[in-house]
Each structure stands twice: as C-alpha cells, then as structure tokens.
C-alpha cells in the first residue's frame, strides 16, 4: 500500500498557532477505515479494494493526486469526493490524532451501552461519528468533508465554506449521559481539498476542532465511557462477523479464530519530494514497522463480491482457496486481544502488507501474510 504526500493542517483554539505540515501519508488508514464502515454496515464500494489504484493518478505517483478529475460526471465527482472524503476524513482522524472507537450517528438517537445516548436537537445534516479520545478521556464528534472546489488558500490558511458548515452540525445533536446530564466533546471537522490530474494543486486536509459546552467526564468515569463505545464499535461490527455473542456483556467471539502473521518490509515506503530524511517526516503512528505482527482475530474477508465471516472448516477451506485467486481480496480482523477499552493495543503495527489499529480493528492484503487456523 503506496504513502502520497499532502498537507495537513490542524486548528484548536487552544493553541495560538496552526499546526501545519506536508507529510507523506499510507493509504492504509484510508483503507482500515474504509473496511470498518463496511463492517459496521456502510454500503460495500469495490474501489478501496483495489487499494484506491482506480483512482489515483497514474502520472503522479508521490502527491495525493486522483486520476482524470475523479470521475467523468458531474455527479459521480461528487458521490466519490463525499465517499474518500469520508475514509481519509477517517483515516487522519486516528492516524493524527489518534481518535478509536468510531460509532456512526443514526438519524435521531445513538445509544451506547453505558447509558450515554447522542440525540438530535433540530433539523438537518448531523456528524458523521462519534469516537474517543484514549489522550483526554473524552468523547469526540468528528463531522467529514470533501471537496473538489474549493480553494486551497482558504484551506491553507482560512476557513473554507464545508468547515464553517460543519462546524454548525455539531449544534444539532447532544451528549448526555444516563442521568441527562450533558457531557463536553470535542468536535472535529476533518476536510479534504482533493487534488486531480485536471485540477494541479496540491491536495490539503484541514482538522479544525470548534469549542463545545458541557460537563467533562470526571476521571473515575473515564474508563466506563470509554469500554461503552468499544462495545458499541464491536456489536456494530459483530452482524457481519456472524458472531453475535460479542455482542452481549462476556464478548465471546466464537467460531474459528484466525492467527495471523506479518513479516516487516519498507514496501511503498514514500518518495521523497523534500531534501528531509523521509523517516523524519513520517509520523511515529505511521512509520513502517520493524518487527513481525503476529495476531490472532474474528476474521472475515472482504471481496468485490461481498463478505464472508471465517466461522467453520468451510470458511477456513473457501478463506485457503481465495488466497490463489486473482481478484483483491482482504482480511479484516477484529483482536481478541483488544475486545475491551482496558485492552489497548500499545502501537500501531504497519508495513506493507497491512496495518493493526490500537483499538483492534486491522486489515491485511491476504495474499502477503501468513494465515492458520
């Protein structure tokens, strides 16, 4: 899986000056958050499959640079820059700021385990997640965007039109807790100005975090709100894992387990465009690994021709057989290792054949790892 450079700005209030940078950036992320909306239920889009190759830009392979102008339609240029939008939204809202745990809004109310419930206040667009914060011991509201129009010095240096409409969705909806009492987030809009071979800019992704009122989880709280989202995150993805025994309070995946193992290589590792030491300007989270990963997961694969949960010998059997196959597939897993908030895993395992999450979600391009049962 190739890294494309970009710029990345983040804004907070609190701090006086915006952090803004030109990094390279793996289209793992993108992937793994691809593959996580999928198993929580999104729609099943063929194209991330293929690692994004059908789009990306041919004539430029360092920049994060779409082929063409994305799409040849009007409309299609819109559905595709919403739906990436929406992955690397995603993806540099874990990677950058390390946010787990992402649980898409429904249209009225969201509840998790714990008694914490996200309700609509007033009409119109809502956030796209809510998430957590392991670094503050909070929940996070994080609204994507994308766009093909925009102007990039508004999104180098200004508030482009998506953001300040994003920013007004956080309005529309509130956290409270079993009691009713409302709790502070942090709201993040994350917007991407993509960059095409029609369109010779350079392509720019703006984190911007607008303040929020509420009552902050007090410490002793921290990890019950956090193990409530994770067990949400986890009975979301548990339908198409076909393992519904996640889904109550024990988490018992049962069914086959599958044991996987990943040895490190510096495949895709990103051209470089500056004089700097590329490692230097790769972000620890994103640096390729150095060690083996080894990990044992309620699996399933992800073809362009739907999802097939590993339960039994037949799926272990149709799992061997798909590895000799010509068409993409990948191996999503969910870490047994990680089924509860207390269970972090401590870095992210990441190289050339696929990536492990904190949280305990990773994806593998299956015919590069090693598999048993």
């Not at 993108?30 to 994004?52: C, I, K, S």
């Amino acid at each position: 899986m190739p890294y494309r450079w970009t710029h990345i700005r983040i804004v907070e209030p609190s701090i006086p000056h915006d952090r803004t940078v030109h990094q390279p950036f793996s289209l793992w992320w993108a992937a793994l958050a691809a593959a996580d909306e999928t198993m929580q239920g999104g729609p099943l889009v063929p194209a991330w499959l293929r690692l994004f190759s059908a789009h990306l830009s041919r004539s430029d392979t360092v920049r994060l640079r779409w082929g063409g102008d994305l799409a040849e339609s009007a409309e299609l240029r819109r559905a595709y820059s919403a739906l990436y939008g929406r992955y690397f939204s995603r993806a540099l809202l874990a990677s950058r700021l390390g946010f787990t745990d992402f649980v898409p809004l429904r249209t009225n109310v969201t509840r998790l385990p714990n008694g914490v419930m996200i309700r609509r206040t007033s009409k119109g667009d809502i956030p796209d997640w809510i998430a957590w914060d392991p670094a503050t011991g909070s929940y996070c509201l994080c609204e994507a965007k994308g766009s093909l129009t925009g102007r990039q010095p508004h999104f180098l240096t200004g508030q482009p039109t998506c953001v300040t409409e994003g920013k007004k969705q956080f309005g529309r909806v509130e956290v409270v807790d079993r009691s009713g009492r409302s709790l502070v987030t942090r709201n993040w809009v994350a917007a991407n100005l993509w960059s095409t071979d029609s369109r010779r800019r350079e392509s720019v992704s703006l984190l911007w975090d607008p303040p929020t009122d509420g009552e902050a989880i007090a410490d002793g709280e921290r990890r019950e709100h956090a193990d409530g989202i994770r067990r949400r995150r986890i009975a979301n993805i548990a339908m198409r894992l076909g393992r519904l025994g996640l889904i109550g309070t024990a988490r018992r995946p049962g069914g086959t387990l599958v044991r996987v193992k990943a040895a490190p290589d510096r495949d895709g590792m990103p051209a470089k465009v500056s004089t700097s030491n590329e490692d230097d300007l790769l972000r620890p989270i994103e640096r390729p690994a150095t060690e083996p990963h080894e990990g044992t997961y309620a699996a399933a694969l992800i073809t362009p021709f739907g999802i097939r949960p590993i339960l039994d010998a037949d799926d272990v059997a149709a799992l061997k057989a798909t590895r000799k196959s010509s068409t993409p597939v990948m191996l999503f897993g969910l870490s047994v290792d990680a089924l509860r908030a207390e269970q972090a895993i401590a870095e992210t395992w990441i190289s050339g054949q696929g990536i492990a999450a904190p949280d305990g979600i990773s994806l593998f391009d299956l015919e590069h790892v090693e598999i048993d049962v």
